[in-house]
């Protein structure tokens, strides 16, 4: 497993709100317990909001509000994919204008009793892959809207899958969504920086019956 699959694969386990130990952690994923100790340490870094400590576990809860202002996902998209994009120039100067403004972000964080601290900022790595999944975020956005299949083909797989796409998620730097993919008649959820090539198609979809976001959401319960 690559080290940002195992980061990812972390990130969905700890947004569950509960508290996951390092121990099991790292028997589910096959590394030691020293190895999720510094992949904690990573995702702090990366802006996650991991809670915790080691010997007692750890937790995180995103958040994407910023006062005064409640952003919506396309506002932050565009924070993050500026953010994500001027960060890695070549151009010093931009590089450190793109830290000076998440900087400023990081200024008018809440810092309420409570409240998970960590910085907004752009991700460092490995999340700045991320950035690449926004090439195809117009389409799939439009496609949710719409109610349009997609015909897509994620990293590492040859093979097309007809999806219906039922959701677009954000949570600590990483986008995923949800689908319904008809090629192999279930669920999947994957990252959007993993789709290589997608395409819209004619076909429109209506609800059904165990296909449904709530359908998905009632098995993950």
Known sequence: MKRSDRLYALMQRLKDGRLHTAEAMAQDLGVSVRTIYRDMDTLAASGVPVEGARGSGYTAQAMITLPPLNLTQTELEALHIGLAAVGSADSEDLATA??????????????????????????????????????????????????????????????????????????????????????EAGFATFRMDRVNDLTPLPGLFVDEAGKTLKDFHALQS
């Open 98 to 183: 793109a830290q000076a403004l998440a900087d400023k972000i990081d200024a008018v964080l809440p810092e309420d009793v409570g409240t998970p601290g960590g910085k907004f900022g752009f991700a460092t790595y490995p999340f700045a892959e991320a950035a690449q999944g926004f090439r195809h975020m117009p389409a799939f956005r439009k496609a949710i809207r719409s109610r349009q299949k997609l015909r897509l083909r994620l990293e590492n797989d040859d093979q097309f899958h007809t999806v219906r796409p039922l959701h677009l998620d954000y949570w600590g730097r990483i986008w995923t969504c949800v689908v319904w993919d008809e090629t």
